[in-house]
């Protein structure tokens, strides 16, 4: 019953700094700068994002009463994850790294996507993790010359 309400806490939480945050809002988030809103709401999002996968599993889990106590970490520390994942893939888009794109404006940014990707960068964050791998391997290949053949 605590992580059903955990949860139920954790959606209403992130969904209410979404709207909050979101670039438009009339809120004391005003006066802070839009790459700064556009963080705060990618990691809102994320949260969001990983409360999905959260709640997903525990349906899961608990409809097939095999929810043990062993998990209480995981529904605990699996929202700040999906939140700091979706950060670090703000960033890499925001780099160009995955994208390609130049410097965009950030007045010219759409809040949507950057919400959208930063939710499911939460929710399928083993996915998003394996492509960062990707991306790094390819950002710091290093391309050995083959040993000569000894004779």
């Known amino acids: 019953m605590a992580v059903a309400c955990w949860m139920a806490l954790l959606n209403i939480a992130n969904t209410w700094m979404l709207i909050q945050l979101w670039p438009g809002a009339g809120t004391h988030w005003s006066g802070m700068t839009l790459e700064a809103r556009f963080i705060w709401i990618t990691a809102a999002a994320g949260a969001l994002g990983s409360c999905i996968h959260l709640a997903t599993s525990f349906v899961s889990h608990a409809g097939g009463a095999k929810l043990g106590a062993d998990w209480v970490w995981w529904y605990a520390l699996r929202p700040g994850i999906g939140a700091a994942l979706a950060v670090v893939v703000y960033f890499v888009f925001r780099a ?43 950002v710091l290949a290093t391309h050995q010359e083959p040993a000569p053949e000894q004779k």
């Not at 960068?121 to 390819?138: I, P, Y």
């Open 96 to 138: 160009g790294l995955i994208s390609g794109s130049g410097d965009a404006a950030t007045a010219s940014m759409n809040p949507y996507g950057i919400a959208a990707v930063a939710s499911l960068s939460g929710m399928f964050s083993r996915q998003a993790t394996e492509k960062l791998k990707d991306v790094f391997e390819q």
